[in-house]
């Protein structure tokens, strides 16, 4: 059996091709162009004829084509996007003049996809949690059950993790088939796996916006339908700059930005506009210049890079420590960053410095066996495990952590990844200790998980952590987790970046271990905005 992939123009003119055993292939494009067969969704095609199979995405002028000399069945939703990433490739080095980039970087994309079709192990966290054999987890689990909160209609409900959610102190999984059972979710713009750092890094440059997909985003919303329609009619023309003003910030407000926030973005924007009578277009376009400056990180977030120039000094293995408010998904974004960490062939060391909530230390180890088991299904070299030393309270976390770097160091870790525990925000006596374990462990980088859900209150807790490290010290990053519960209110990661100026590295967008992506800078202004 064979797989081609192939870049082709309408007039017959092949640009690119992967593996191609198609003789002759131009009667495939022939075909493709001219014949008609099941369109999935505008522009995307796919059809079977003589035992063999092929699907075709054209974009513009460009057809992007794959074939199969078998009847395959791969995910379509997959395939498109695989072609669609290959086309965006293949139009971004046409128009960088980097053509020498092409085979590389569209041949990865490409076996990518060949790994869905060949069963490779899933990528995902169960949503299925068996009974566990231990006693003491099971008991704690059922006394702290975990609540998850959602936005419905304009407001917040909670509702119960249990069926679905990833809250490992419940039980774990302790089948392997139940993993292998589940659905493959691979997300090729944030976990690519390759010798080549620069490689992986180059592709989420090209794949990992999505700004530049616009096929598979829902219709746009008529423009009387959106604020910005409603108030650009309801306006006319150029009005007063207070009533103008008014509108956008009853707008910020609702999106989820805190008062004392939208008040100092609106001020700013005012006083950059300077002039009484404005339009609601001209409001806006200072207002999305103002937004995307304040979430477009002014440091480097390239973590792959940082560690991979870590790992060439042989000095201490890289350390990063996870903060953040009980419940907010430190452990689930840890475990996320671990599986991108080892897809990237890094050795992790997962360290459980949460040596206070019961249950803890097993809910990581659930979260290790699993990446263990993942891992070594795929073609990776590199390791997971966990460091724990029970529990304990005082000493014991700084201690469990210096061990853990230690050990780390011996045994050719990469990266520890500490998990610390959750704790209340402005509960001073809570907060203390936080000082003492970044002094003992002077991690690379501290990484506080913050909820979008969480609203107003955001400000104060990106505030406390900022704080918590002393004078010489703050957060690096924010992961944003829950993106996915929140539709279009996103206004939290607008109160923690102005509140600390700190940038968010990825934001969590689901349970499953690929539910990390890279912050669209410009969705999230277009939400905040449209
Ligand atoms: P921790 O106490 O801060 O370590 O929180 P956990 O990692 O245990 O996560 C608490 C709950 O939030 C679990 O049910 C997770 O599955 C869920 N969770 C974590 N991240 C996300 C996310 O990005 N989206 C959604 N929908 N749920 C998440």
């Not at 996007?81 to 980097?98: H, K, Q």
């Not at 829950?482 to 990661?493: A, F, I, P, R």
């Not at 600390?500 to 969705?523: A, E, H, M, N």
């Amino acid at each position: 059996m064979s797989q081609s992939l192939i870049i082709f123009e309408p007039s017959g003119k092949v640009l690119y091709q992967v593996n191609n055993k198609i003789s002759p292939f131009n009667d495939l494009i022939y075909s493709i162009v001219n014949e008609s067969h099941t369109e999935h969704n505008p522009g995307f095609y796919t059809t079977s004829a003589n035992q063999k199979r092929f699907y075709a995405l054209k974009k513009g002028n460009l057809y992007a084509a794959l074939y199969f000399d078998v009847v395959t069945t791969l995910d379509n939703a997959k395939v498109k996007s695989c072609l669609s990433g290959v086309l965006r490739t293949y139009a971004t080095v046409t128009e960088e003049g980097t053509e020498e980039k092409l085979p590389k970087l569209v041949e990865y994309q490409f076996n990518q996809l060949m790994k869905l079709k060949t069963g490779t192990p899933v990528a995902t966290t169960p949503d299925r949690a068996t009974k566990t054999s231990d006693s003491k987890v099971e008991k704690t689990a059922k006394k702290k059950g975990k609540v998850m909160r959602k936005w419905v209609n304009g407001e917040m409900v909670e509702i119960s993790a249990d069926d679905g959610a990833l809250d490992y102190s419940e039980g774990k999984i302790d089948s392997a088939d139940a993993l292998a059972e589940e659905k493959l979710v691979v997300d090729n713009s944030n976990f690519q796996r390759s010798d080549d750092l620069v490689l992986v890094s180059e592709l989420q440059d090209i794949l990992g916006d999505s700004d530049s997909e616009d096929e598979d985003k829902p219709a746009p919303k008529t423009l009387t339908s959106t604020f910005f329609g409603k108030i650009s009619s309801y306006f006319g023309g150029a009005a007063d700059i207070d009533d103008v003003s008014k509108k956008f910030y009853d707008q910020l407000i609702s999106k989820n930005i805190a008062p004392p926030t939208a008040t100092t973005i609106i001020d700013k924007i005012k006083t950059t506009i300077g002039k009484r009578q404005v339009t609601a277009a001209e409001f806006k376009s200072v207002l999305t210049e103002e937004l995307t400056k304040t979430l477009t990180p002014n440091v480097s977030t390239d973590l792959l890079y940082d560690i991979k120039r870590n790992s060439s000094s042989k000095s201490r293995p890289y350390v990063i420590s996870v903060v953040g408010v009980n419940g907010v998904g430190k452990s689930t974004n840890l475990a996320k960053l671990a599986y991108w960490f080892l897809q990237n062939n890094m050795n992790v060391l997962i360290c459980a410095c949460d040596t206070f909530r019961s249950g803890a230390v097993e809910q990581l180890k659930v979260h290790v066996n699993n990446l263990q088991r993942l891992n070594s299904a795929s073609a990776t070299s590199s390791k997971i495990d966990l460091f724990e030393k029970g529990y304990g309270g005082g000493d014991h976390v700084v201690n469990t952590a210096k061990s853990a770097i230690a050990y780390a160091q011996e045994q050719g870790y990469d990266i520890v990844l500490i998990d610390t525990a959750g704790r209340t925000h402005s509960n001073a006596k809570l907060m203390a200790p936080l000082k003492k374990f970044g002094d003992a462990a002077n991690p690379n980088k501290i990484i506080m998980v913050g909820e979008a859900l969480v609203g107003t209150d955001s400000v104060e807790q990106a505030v406390n952590f900022n704080n918590a490290f002393g004078n010489r010290r703050n957060l690096d990053f924010f992961i944003i987790s829950k993106v996915d519960t929140v539709g279009d209110l996103v206004g939290s990661m607008i109160n923690m970046v102005m509140a600390t100026r700190v940038p968010i590295l990825f934001v969590g967008t689901g349970q499953t271990y690929t539910d990390i992506k890279k912050l669209s800078v410009k969705s999230v202004v277009e939400m905040l905005t449209r």
